[in-house]
């Protein structure tokens, strides 16, 4: 349930249809301190944020977008007790470019007579396709204000605050519940006397919004866009990495901490341990923020970028008949990518998935076989030197055991999906705002939830591999490391850490001078392996312990089992 | 005929839809005018212009939905 405010705190909702402009709105109108909020027994998220404004105070619940009311979906669920659980005013945002779809959320929004202002938002967009609306009619029509806003450009928001701001407590009566049928005519009527419609010469937008949801040319553009995106997060981070980073991190950071411990301690055990070779303050530096770091935020950077722009449904649309071949839908080609960031919130976006099965197979595919951002940065560190063929080859692997795993659990798993229905919204240029604050949460999950327990490992490592301890260890898993998967036995690190961090079953293998076969093979290691902990807690936190530690052992066995694989099938060829 | 089988730019008047929520919450519902915008390989859905904005529906469900040509 929604935190009860003091008592001057007013409650106010922000609700519309998915697709809308929302979020922006949202974050134009809140401060900075924003929350998300699940919704008790639902998997149903929402997003708190104060308004502060001269004679308005209070919270703003920025409500899951919904078509309808009509408690189909939990999303909707959710909308309806919002609603019901004492709103001071409702603040409904319409889509200018879809006004009759719009109006029967509007329309039923009157049903609970709570205080309702209307954004009509998107008008540049409607004007640019020829569409004008007399907001002064439809403002008579839904008996509520209706303020004309662009929200991207902050058009109209004042004009909301201010106006929610008189309707704080006004009465409103509750309109009278209407059939869907009469509600249906009653919005062609209202669309009728409101809107009027020139045809207009597609613009540029248009035609690539046209353009994109073609098989022809949009899958090119569907490879273009992926190819710019891996540009920029590898080719990027790699310059952010040689250019900026490592020498700050090598030349400037270390010789510092270096000298700074020196002063304090003796050689020994103690001083190699905090600053040895593999020494905290060394690779605890290097390796999160140098190594790790740039991949990561370049990743968040291209894929909100792209999910902000709407173009993201559309990789969904060309890719559902193939994808659906594989048990899923084309939606989870989001998730999927989601995952090439970080697995754990990928996780959690399974929730949208719509049926269990569905829901199990995309989070396993992401388990098994989608490397993360910190990943792919290990890989680079290690690979990208050496050998760019095994840098593709790893990434081409992965590819193929997403379609097997995926093939195997379709074929394995009961449960259908739902069939396709989706709306593709409008491509826009991302909000600043919106895309920043976005971008600041992420990163900040990131260094929060990822960062720590990689410190964590990497004080491990430090501890195992300067005390010695990290020798007797080998020796137990030696057959393992060193007959069946043909690596040094020093290689026993990597196994050990990579329960903790995925990228640390990669890093410890820098520091290693292997073959080009060897780095293939702790490579595949480190790919199917177990992802990291936090993964562990999600999966068990979203499905059940049983899942948790069946995706577990089975990653474990398969990571092993195929690194050795190659190992000697490669070893046929050295 | 059915959607599934329409022409690319080709107008239709829905006829008979399925009555699935979420299609008619998206304004596919009986009497609307689409226009088929694309159909997608392997199967993938058909995308429909209905109005000012793009909705894709399962080739399953298009298959369902009865259609008469406007011209």
Not at chain 1, 539 to 565: N, P, Q, R
Request: one cysteine or more; proline letters at 5%.
């Amino acid at each position: 349930m929604t935190k009860k405010n003091e008592k001057d705190q007013l409650n106010i909702l922000l609700m519309g249809n998915p697709n809308v402009g929302k979020s922006v709105i949202f974050s134009k109108l809140t401060g900075v301190n924003v929350e998300i909020s699940n919704f008790t027994g639902t998997t149903v998220d929402y997003t708190v944020g104060n308004i502060n404004f001269p004679g308005l105070k209070g919270q703003l619940i920025d409500v899951p977008g919904t078509y309808s009311l009509e408690s189909t979906s939990e999303a909707e669920d959710v909308a309806v007790k919002l609603v019901n659980d004492g709103a001071d005013v409702i603040i409904c945002v319409l889509d200018a470019t879809h006004l009759s779809r719009n109006l029967d959320l509007a329309l039923q929004l009157k049903e609970f007579g709570v205080p309702i202002i209307y954004c009509l938002n998107l008008l540049d967009v409607a004007e640019r396709q020829g569409i004008s609306i007399d907001v002064e009619k439809l403002s008579k029509e839904l008996g509520a204000p209706v303020i004309p806003t662009v929200a991207i450009k902050n058009q109209g928001l004042r004009d909301t605050l201010l106006t929610t701001k008189d309707i704080v407590g006004t009465k409103v009566e509750k309109s009278e519940v209407l059939k869907n049928e009469d509600r249906w005519s009653k919005i062609d009527e209202i669309v009728a006397k409101v809107q009027t419609k020139v045809e207009k010469e597609p613009s540029f937008i248009e035609k690539l919004e046209d353009w994109t949801v073609q098989p022809w040319p949009g899958i090119p553009i569907a490879f273009l866009v992926l190819v710019i995106s891996l540009g920029v997060v590898v080719g990027g981070g790699k310059g952010l990495r040689a250019g900026l980073l490592l020498p700050i991190v090598n030349n400037i950071i270390k010789p510092f901490l270096i000298k700074v411990v020196s002063m304090f301690i003796g050689p020994g055990i103690l001083r190699n341990v905090l600053v040895g070779d593999f020494g905290i303050f060394v690779i605890g530096i290097e390796w999160p923020f140098a190594l790790i770091l740039p991949y990561v935020f370049l990743f968040y950077i291209v894929f909100s970028f792209l999910e902000d722009s709407g173009y993201l449904p559309r990789l969904g649309v060309l890719a559902d008949g193939l994808l659906r071949k594989l048990g899923i839908p084309g939606s989870n080609i989001i998730t999927i990518m989601m995952g090439y960031g970080c697995a754990v919130p990928a996780i959690i976006g399974t929730r949208a998935a719509t049926s269990y099965k569905e829901r199990l197979m995309v989070a396993s595919l992401i388990s098994f076989a989608v490397p993360c951002a910190s990943q792919t940065g290990a890989f680079i560190s290690l690979l990208g030197d050496r050998s760019i063929p095994a840098l593709i080859f790893i990434y081409l692997l992965s590819f193929v055991i997403m379609i097997v795993v995926g093939l195997l659990m379709n074929l394995l798993l009961k449960g259908e999906s739902q069939p396709m229905l989706l709306e593709v919204p409008n491509l826009l240029m991302p909000d600043k705002k919106a895309f920043l604050t976005k971008l600041k949460l992420r990163m900040k999950h990131f260094l929060l939830d990822a960062e720590g327990p990689m410190l964590i490992g990497i004080v491990i490592a430090a501890i195992v591999a300067e005390t010695g301890i990290l020798d007797s260890l080998s020796v137990t898993i030696s057959p393992i490391v060193v007959s069946w998967l043909g690596l040094p036995k020093e290689a026993s690190l990597s196994l050990l850490l990579g329960i903790i961090r995925r990228e640390l079953a990669v890093l410890p293998l820098l520091e290693l001078n292997l073959t080009t076969l060897q780095l293939i093979v702790g490579s595949v290691v480190a790919l199917f392996y177990l992802p990291c902990l936090s993964v562990f807690g999600v999966l068990m936190e979203e499905f059940s312990a049983k899942v948790a530690v069946t995706i577990g052992i089975s990653t474990v066995f398969l990571a092993i089992f195929f690194a050795g694989l190659i190992n000697h099938i490669g070893l046929l060829f050295v | 005929m059915v959607l599934r089988k329409g022409k690319k730019n080709q107008r239709y008047e829905i006829e008979e839809s399925p009555n699935i929520h979420l299609l008619t919450v998206l304004g596919i519902r009986k009497g609307i005018e689409v226009i088929i915008q694309s159909k997608q390989m392997f199967g993938g859905p058909v995308v429909v212009r209905a109005g000012n904005r793009s909705i894709a529906i399962a080739s399953n469900v298009a298959e369902e939905i009865k259609v008469r040509e406007v011209v």
